[in-house]
C-alpha cells in the first residue's frame, strides 16, 4: 500500500494491569508499519504505569494524567496525535495483527472518513467476517438511521471505527459522564464530508470479563439518558430527517436505565414520570422501523404500569 497515512492508536488505561499486556501485543503486532500508539495512563493506582513505562518502543508515546475518566482519556489522547486516522482501543480489548490494516486500506482505496468494522466477543472470530465479506457505503441518512437502530452493528461505538482525525475538531467526548460515546459518533457522522463504510469484518475483539457486570445501581446509569437526549436535540436541530428514528432510540434508551434499575430492585419515581411522559406525547415510536415488536411490546406495557412493570422485570430477571 503506497502512501501510507499514519494512523494513532489511543489506548486510555485505568488500572488495566491485569489485561493491558495482551492489548498492548496486539497493537504492536499490527501488519501496519505506520502507526503510532498512544497509551493514556488515567490515574491507574495498580501497576499499570510501571507496565507503560516499560513498554519503551519506537512510535509508542505514554500520556501519563490524573485520573478523569474514559472521556478525559480519549481527549487527552487525541490532544497529542498525529495521525491523519484515529482509532480507539479499550485496555481491556483487543484488536487482530491486520485490523488497522484492512480498515487503513479500505479509507485510502474509497476515501473515506470514517470506517466501521463489526465487534466480536469471541476471540476465534476475530479477523474473520459475519457472513460474505462486504464492504458499503453508506449515506449520512443511512449511517445516523443503523446508529439509532440497537440491532445494528454500525453501533454508537468509537472503538471498531477508523475515523480521519478531523472529525474531532470541535468534537471532544464529554468528560464526567458515561455513555460519551453517542454524542461523538453522531456529530462525526454529520461532519463528515467523504464516505462513511461499513464492512463486517471481526476487527475489534470486545471482551466480558467477570465482575465486569455489576448487581449494584450506579447512579451515573442516569447518563445514558442525558447523552441520549443531547443526540436527540443534536438531530432534531442538525438532521431533522431523522428525528423520528431518534425519538424512538431516546425511549429505548431510557427504557435500558428503567430496566437497569429493576433488576437491581430499584424504582425511581421521577425518571417513571419522565419516561411516562416522553412515550405518551411522541406515539411516532411506535412506528418505528427500528424496534422490534417485542420492544414496542416492552415499551407499551413499562409505559403504562411502570411500577407493576418494574417489579415484574425484576422477577423475570432472576
Known amino acids: 500500500m503506497p502512501n501510507k497515512p499514519l494512523v494513532s492508536i489511543i489506548v486510555p488505561a485505568y488500572n488495566a494491569i491485569d489485561y493491558i499486556d495482551s492489548c498492548i501485543k496486539g497493537v504492536l503486532a499490527q501488519t501496519y508499519d505506520n502507526i503510532e500508539v498512544i497509551v493514556v495512563n488515567d490515574g491507574s493506582t495498580d501497576e499499570t504505569a510501571d507496565y507503560c513505562a516499560k513498554i519503551n518502543k519506537p512510535g509508542v508515546k505514554i500520556v501519563n494524567k490524573k485520573n478523569g475518566g474514559l472521556s478525559s482519556a480519549r481527549n487527552a489522547g487525541l490532544s497529542v496525535a498525529n495521525g491523519e486516522y484515529i482509532f ?27 470506517v466501521s468494522s463489526v465487534f466480536c466477543s469471541k476471540k476465534e472470530l476475530l479477523g474473520g467476517s459475519k457472513g460474505e465479506p462486504i464492504v458499503r457505503e453508506l449515506s449520512k441518512k443511512e449511517a445516523l438511521k443503523k446508529i439509532s437502530d440497537t440491532r445494528e452493528d454500525f453501533a454508537p461505538n468509537v472503538c471498531n471505527k477508523l475515523f480521519k482525525r478531523e472529525l474531532f475538531v470541535g468534537n471532544l467526548f464529554p468528560e464526567g459522564r458515561l455513555f460519551e460515546d453517542m454524542i461523538v459518533m453522531v456529530t462525526a457522522v454529520m461532519k463528515a464530508s467523504n464516505k462513511i463504510i461499513e464492512t463486517n469484518n471481526y476487527c475489534y475483539y470486545y471482551q466480558t470479563r467477570d465482575g465486569s457486570i455489576t448487581q449494584s445501581y450506579n447512579p451515573k446509569e ?35 436505565v428503567i430496566n437497569k434499575m429493576a433488576s437491581c430492585g430499584l424504582y425511581d419515581k421521577d425518571i417513571a414520570k419522565d419516561y411516562r411522559r416522553f412515550v405518551f406525547r411522541n406515539p411516532v415510536i411506535f412506528l418505528s422501523e427500528n424496534m422490534s415488536i417485542s420492544k414496542k411490546i416492552q415499551i407499551i406495557c413499562s409505559s403504562v404500569a411502570t411500577p407493576l412493570y418494574a417489579k415484574c422485570f425484576k422477577v423475570i430477571k432472576k
Open 88 to 114: 480507539f482501543l479499550d485496555s481491556d480489548d483487543e484488536i487482530y495483527s491486520d485490523t488497522i490494516e484492512k480498515l487503513a486500506e479500505i479509507a485510502i482505496e474509497m476515501k473515506a472518513d470514517i
Open 222 to 256: 442516569y447518563d445514558h439518558i442525558v447523552m441520549s437526549n443531547l443526540v436527540l436535540e443534536k438531530v432534531k436541530s442538525d438532521f431533522p430527517s431523522e428525528t423520528n428514528n431518534y425519538i424512538s432510540y431516546h425511549a429505548v434508551n431510557q427504557l435500558s
